[in-house]
């Protein structure tokens, strides 16, 4: 434990996990926790042991309740963010109309602070991943679907109705065939997420095209952004093809934000990252994206902003759940 | 004039003309006057007119130099606003890498800061027009190209490299055969400005579809918005259909626009507004418009967020401009 700075509690509800971690003011992490959500059970079982799993956290650390100066809270929306209520997660079902940040603050009985998931992931790599010393940056996530955060000036743009930073719904094909996760046609999501990712390689299997792919379908592997990485690296060129269009699709949602944002920093996370600095793949991949905004934009901020890999992995979430409790708790001094 | 109240000077240099305006701190314009720019003879004469024209303005206010607090200067880009540089303004040839803000703090010889003229003009709406007690708010001009700019919590999204609110520039149609005047295909401008617009009409007629506008053009009419708007008006399908697509168009950017700022209002201004409320295709330009981010966006922010015209017109641009000044020397209480 680090010796009389600030401690903060994490808290990152997910749909499958939630993640508990104490992080101090320099942004170290001092333990970290996770269990399963159950979801389905219902929100008051879960919030409950956020309690036991903070005070396992408390007692390795060895710290004491009073000792946490506030808890930041992140999960997934649609959510009501000043009022501190959930509204209708479709990945927490029976979570609905839960007014999740007063019941977290009843059980861990330090003052809470509520932002979306992919907000705090995105605060999180800005106070202490790659983001660290960039005054604005924008954190894409890929995964199931895409995940956005953006931070101008240290503050998180939230929205006025707790829907900034959606930007996996900006449209990048206004005739647009293809659906993403909650519907919207044309949009990045339907094009760049890993569910498209594998329906677009279906559709290019279904149309017959060669790859070594099928041999592992027929062979009774699962069609998953992981085996298509893999065909890719093996140079499998219908693969490879698939994975590069999914840096290009991302390139030109970049290329809006980029016009409406003007960050320093591009940061791209999330389940789906292809091995990152640490393959050929995703070095190409990163090389691709950055390649796409400057054939589409402006040549000033296209050549002047740096795009990069977010750092911290799952534990963004918690620790810029955390960051964002110290920042609020010091700017306002009371809980919301 | 307004007794004892501080006041500003706004410069709103365009290509055509340069408006200057008296306001004080209650938003109230004390006079204002304009001189054509006459860009080509390049900025020396501009800038040394602005003095000889806000001197005219003060004289007849009143009003000595030392009682103006601070002047802010808007221009377009592109543009370094924190050098106060004009880097190679496209609508003002010649200006290129000139010192504007220094240049004209010297000649009005009051403090000067420097914002884009699309910033600027949304700064107006937000402190004296149509945006006046939002949060935050988008303000979309529609002309020969697409401005735009981006107020959050009272501060311009001037971005990094001052590419910040570009948002013409998003991009609607990835496959997009059109280009806007900056080059790029498959933006918003590329579709909804008025030379977009005016391109559109003229495939259509040329592929011979049927319009009053043949008789207009075959009677030696030049094909321009205003020619549209009134064929519109007068019930021709064609024209109705051109203006209608072009706020199908501007829902469509607006929709991007929405999943990544979530503000509380987007307003239209420009020169091509159809008429605003004073018309029915105003009236029905509007409500198209807000049904196609209904149709594309979240329902929550696309229901809470309002649509409506911006109410300053071509003052907009020197009202955000003092403005932007007064809220500039007041947090720095420095220049630039």
Redesign the interface.
């Known amino acids: 434990m680090s010796d009389g700075e600030a401690v903060y509690l994490g808290i990152d509800v997910g749909g499958t996990s939630v993640k508990l971690g104490l992080v101090d003011d320099s942004a170290r992490t001092l333990g970290k926790l996770s269990f399963p959500t159950n979801a389905a059970e219902g929100p008051s079982q879960a919030v409950a042991r956020m309690r036991e799993h903070a005070d396992r956290l408390l007692d390795e650390a060895g710290l004491a309740t009073d000792q946490v100066t506030a808890c930041g809270l992140a999960t997934p929306g ?1 959510m009501d963010i000043p009022a501190g209520l959930l ?1 209708d997660p479709p990945n927490l079902p029976g979570w609905d109309n839960y007014p999740v940040r007063q019941r977290v603050q009843d059980v861990v009985e330090r003052p809470t602070y509520l932002q979306n998931d992919a907000n705090a992931a995105a605060f999180g790599e800005y106070w202490a991943g790659a983001g660290k010393g960039a ?2 940056m924008v954190l894409w996530t890929l995964g199931t679907g895409i995940g956005c955060g ?1 931070i ?2 240290g ?1 998180i ?11 996996g ?7 647009g065939k293809r659906k993403c996760g ?1 519907g ?2 044309g949009t990045l999501e339907a094009y760049a997420s890993a569910t498209a990712l594998v329906a677009r390689a279906k559709e290019a299997l279904d149309a017959g095209r060669e790859s070594s792919l099928r041999t592992k379908l027929d062979a009774g592997a699962e069609l998953t952004p992981i085996l298509i990485g893999e065909a890719a690296t093996a140079g499998d060129p219908l693969a490879d093809e698939l994975v590069m269009d999914t840096a290009t ?1 991302l390139g ?1 949602g970049t ?10 920093l591009f940061l791209l996370g999330g389940a789906m990252t292809f091995g990152r600095h640490d393959t050929e793949l995703g070095r190409r991949f990163l090389q691709r994206w950055k390649d796409e905004v400057k054939h ?3 040549p ?2 296209a050549s ?2 740096t795009f990069d890999y977010a750092s911290l992995g799952n534990d963004a979430g918690f620790i810029g759940a955390a960051g964002y409790a110290r920042d609020k708790h010091a700017r306002d001094g009371v809980s919301r």
Do not use: A
């Open positions: 649609t509204l005054d604005s953006i101008i000036g503050m743009v939230r929205g006025e109705h707790s829907h900034g930073s959606e930007c719904h900006i449209i990048i094909d206004m005739d909650t919207q046609y699709y030109i290329t809006s934000v980029m016009h409406t944002i003007d960050p320093n589409r934009g402006f000033i901020p002047r902003i």
